[in-house]
């Protein structure tokens, strides 16, 4: 299989305010273009686009192409389980949005250590091997945001799953808390497969610096900052799918035409990566990766992931005036930062465990100077 997976989490909209609204003539388009180039692996979630992933996958995959040329993924949300029986419920309503008689792989979402709490006490592992005996899933893993010592108690707890979904960047290679390097060595000793989501930090890898992508272009003038960042994920052993959310035939013909043939980065390139993220690291901006789970459980319908990319264009010394215009924008038909009332729901479900509370706080302070 090509190693490109297609993320359905950041499709093309008709209404950028609102997330269901996938504008499905695009959408056809780059399906089209996708498996046309040889690449046959899509993900989607329960919770994607407000609910509206899954069916849009039925409708420009299944509905168009025989079910054995491509792969359709998709996940438990196990943050979503709170009675007996809602893991039952949500897998026959995911089935049914997808048009499928089966997943090819299934994941239980975003296991951290709360998560995987949930997990257990709902018989999580059991459920999904029992789907697989059922012929309803083919394969079965986790998705995973927490450190390598909570990833290793669960694949030592449960050797029964095939592959892990872990988030691989360079940029968070060594950092303390996603320990990319140490969840990739982990998975690799137990021998699973590994699947890569956010190569690119939910877009933060794809627009650096000036500075960062000059050191780029140096070493070669024809690598955007974006495909450096897949070509990293897909370089490392053990990685059999780098999955990217894509929003534009731009961006989908970019990624296909050089993620065919991505091998290890040799040791200029990886030089290159240590400059680049020593100059990220120094930004300071917030780590969000605009994955969007937070935005439904908000009960001040906040954009959160929207003020935090303001927050940190600001920081990159972006033009305050007109960063402050968009803010407004931001704000016209729902809460803004200054509207938390630090519920902290968002906290709960946010897989990169940002402070999200106190964050939105420094958000609005930044923004009222
Ligand atoms: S803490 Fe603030 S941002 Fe988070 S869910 Fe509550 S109101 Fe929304
Ligand atoms: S704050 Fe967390 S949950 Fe919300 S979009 Fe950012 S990374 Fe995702």
Redesign the pocket.
């Known amino acids: 299989m090509q190693k490109l997976g297609f993320g359905l989490m950041r499709l093309p909209l008709t209404d950028g305010a609102d997330p269901s609204s996938v504008d499905m003539k695009k959408l056809d388009e780059m399906v089209d273009v996708f498996l046309s180039r040889g690449f046959t692996y899509f993900d989607t979630a329960y919770m994607y686009h407000g609910g509206r992933s899954e069916s849009a996958a039925r409708e420009a995959i299944v509905a168009r192409y025989p079910r054995d040329s491509f792969w359709l993924t998709s996940k438990l949300p196990t943050f979503y389980l709170h009675k007996k029986g809602d893991q039952e419920r949500i897998f026959a309503e995911q089935l049914k949005r997808c048009g499928v008689e089966y997943f090819d792989n299934y994941l239980l979402h975003s296991l951290d250590k709360k998560n995987y709490e949930t997990a257990e006490k709902f018989g999580s592992f059991a459920f999904v091997e029992k789907c697989k005996r059922e012929g309803s899933v083919r394969r079965f893993g986790f998705s995973f945001h927490d450190k390598a010592d909570v990833l290793d108690k669960i694949l030592r707890e449960h050797p029964e799953a095939e592959f892990v979904q872990l988030q691989i960047n360079y940029l968070d290679w060594e950092d303390g808390n996603i320990q990319s390097r140490l969840c990739l060595e982990t998975a690799r000793r137990h021998g699973k497969k590994v699947i890569v989501m956010e190569p690119v930090k939910g877009g933060t890898l794809a627009k650096v610096p000036p500075q960062a992508e000059k050191l780029m272009r140096e070493c070669h003038p024809d690598w955007s900052p974006a495909s450096w960042a897949l070509r990293f994920a897909a370089g490392q052993e053990g990685v059999s799918v780098v999955l990217s959310g894509m929003s534009t035939m731009e961006q989908l013909r970019e990624n296909t035409s050089f993620m065919g043939e991505a091998g290890p980065l040799g040791g200029r390139e990886r030089a290159v990566l240590s400059a680049v993220t020593n100059i990220l690291k120094g930004g300071n901006g917030i780590a969000c990766t605009a994955c969007r789970y937070?935005t439904e459980?908000?009960?001040?319908r906040?954009a959160?992931p929207d003020y935090f990319s303001l927050y940190n264009e600001l920081h990159a010394g972006g033009d305050k005036n007109a960063l402050a215009v968009r803010y407004e924008e931001c704000g016209k038909n729902a809460g803004t930062p200054a509207d938390?009332?630090?519920?902290?729901?968002?906290?709960g479900v946010c897989p990169q465990h940002l402070e999200?509370?106190d964050l939105?706080q420094k958000v609005s302070a930044a923004f009222s100077k």
């Open positions: 937070c459980s908000c009960p001040e906040i959160i938390c009332i630090r519920c902290r729901r968002c906290e999200v509370a939105l």
